[in-house]
């Protein structure tokens, strides 16, 4: 494993790390755990947090849970505002999200999982960054890092909530990143293709390219280490995403023929 490439906050502030639980956010956790971070880690399943917050302290992280559904934002604001008086927040890791879409059998998913796919993925990041956002414009300190995906460049017709909230995602953090400029915050979007979770294991399709959810750790905080705006990988899928937008939609079609994919239960 390569040494995480963002070091603490000099004055030691909190990084929040949201689907701390399993997957992606567990790997950063532990990534940032190695680096010196103060973390809060926060999820829904008290079991696997324990966990990863044990891996984490043993790593000589100070730790805190935030055991919690993002969809109940009552707690999820009572939650980062404790945090805020003891921390302050330095660090803001929006990576929680779920996949749905299409059940074997379903031309399209359902409304319902549309809805929670956009308010999970979508809705509550931004939420929560209207959270902790006045503190740190108050500091003039602070890092917003939101993990979108690459199908917010390549629309999955298997999961179009999922692909719009993604691509919401991306926009809106580049939108931040350019609103905030010369204040002191930072702003990175990671567009991660394929990675091995528990949320890939729901994916029942080809899935080219995919990495571990270690290394995909390490690629997004190298990213987040050099204030980049995006972060897209692996570099050929990254690239074929991104032209894929600008090809006629025949072309895409026959492009997304390979990846086509339903959800599993
Ligand atoms: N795996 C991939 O191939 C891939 C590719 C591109 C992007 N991504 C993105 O990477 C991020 C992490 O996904 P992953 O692959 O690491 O999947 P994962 O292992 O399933 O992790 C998802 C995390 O989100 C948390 N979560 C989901 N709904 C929540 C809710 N309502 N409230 C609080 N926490 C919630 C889960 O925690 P609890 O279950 O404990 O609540 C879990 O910790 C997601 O945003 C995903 O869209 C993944």
Redesign the pocket.
């Known amino acids: 494993m390569s040494t995480p490439v963002v070091a603490a906050p000099g004055n030691a502030g909190f990084t929040v790390i ?9 790997a950063l956790a532990r990534q940032l755990a190695s680096a010196g971070h103060r973390l809060a880690l ?4 008290a079991e ?2 324990d966990a990863v917050a044990g891996a984490c302290r043993v790593l000589g992280a100070e730790c805190h849970i935030g055991r ?4 109940d934002r009552d707690s999820l604001a009572a939650f980062l505002a404790d945090l805020e008086q003891s921390g302050p927040i330095d660090l803001f890791i929006s ?5 749905d879409g299409r059940r074997n059998g379903e031309a399209v998913e359902g409304a319902a999982a549309a809805h929670r796919v956009l308010d ?2 979508l809705l ?1 990041a931004i939420d929560a960054v209207h959270m902790v956002l006045p503190g740190m414009r108050a500091r003039r300190r602070g890092r917003l890092l939101f ?5 917010a460049f390549a629309p999955l017709p298997d999961a179009p909530a ?1 692909s719009a909230a ?1 691509a919401g995602l991306l926009s809106y953090g580049l939108a931040l990143r350019d609103a905030l400029r010369g204040q002191g915050i930072g702003v990175c979007v990671a ?10 294991d729901l ?1 029942l399709g080809q ?1 080219p390219g ?1 990495i571990s ?1 270690d290394d995909a750790a390490a690629r997004i905080l190298k990213a987040l280490g050099r204030d980049r705006a995006l972060s897209g990988f692996p570099f050929g899928l990254y690239w074929v995403s991104r032209l894929s937008l600008l090809a006629p939609a025949f072309v895409r079609r026959l492009g997304m023929r390979g990846l086509r994919f339903h959800v599993g239960n």
Not at 18 to 26: D, F, K, Y
Not at 68 to 71: H, I
Not at 191 to 200: D, H, I, L, Q, W
């Open positions: 949201t689907g701390a639980s399993s997957g992606i956010g567990a926060v999820g829904r399943n696997r947090l919690l559904d993002l969809r990576n929680a999200g779920i996949l999970t993925n509550a993990i979108a995906s690459l199908a999922y993604k567009c991660p293709g394929y990675v091995s979770t528990g949320m890939s994916h899935r995919e959810a």
